[in-house]
Nanobody, 124 residues
Framework: QVQLVESGGGLVQAGGSLRLSCVLS????????MGWFRQAPGKKREFVAA????????SYADSVKGRFTISRITAKNTVYLQMDNLKPEDTAVYSC?????????????????WGQGTQVTVSS
């Protein structure tokens, strides 16, 4: 059974940086596109970023373009989300997700596996 475990969340001041990690186990990492989503209190879960199997193509939500970078290392079964110039509105629980496909998708309903999430809080 595929499992995803996130880490790296925390409390940071506005303008600061965090790097989230997500490790996949129980499956072949290269088989999956990987995505990051977030959910703030009282809001729906929203797409943040996604990356193809080989890492050669990425997709980002408009709200994070130029500030966040998604990457992956196959040898470590890990996907990362580097978050720079953080804003208070980035405060949310961040979850990684996996889907066994070639094509990127921002649709949360398309993903098959989800991690538990890690809290990111940005203070003003």
């Amino acid at each position: 059974q595929v499992q995803l475990v996130e880490s790296g969340g925390g409390l940071v001041q506005a303008g600061g940086s965090l790097r989230l990690s997500c490790v996949l186990s129980g499956g072949t990492f290269f088989d999956f596109i990987m995505g990051w989503f977030r959910q703030a209190p009282g809001k729906k879960r929203e797409f943040v970023a996604a990356i193809t199997r080989g890492g050669g193509s990425q997709s980002y939500a408009d709200s994070v373009k130029g500030r966040f970078t998604i990457s992956r290392i196959t040898a470590k079964n890990t996907v990362y989300l580097q978050m720079d110039n953080l804003k208070p509105e980035d405060t949310a629980v961040y979850s990684c997700a996996a889907k066994n496909t070639w094509q990127l998708t921002p649709n949360r309903d398309d993903y098959d596996y989800w991690g538990q999430g890690t809290q990111v809080t940005v203070s003003s």
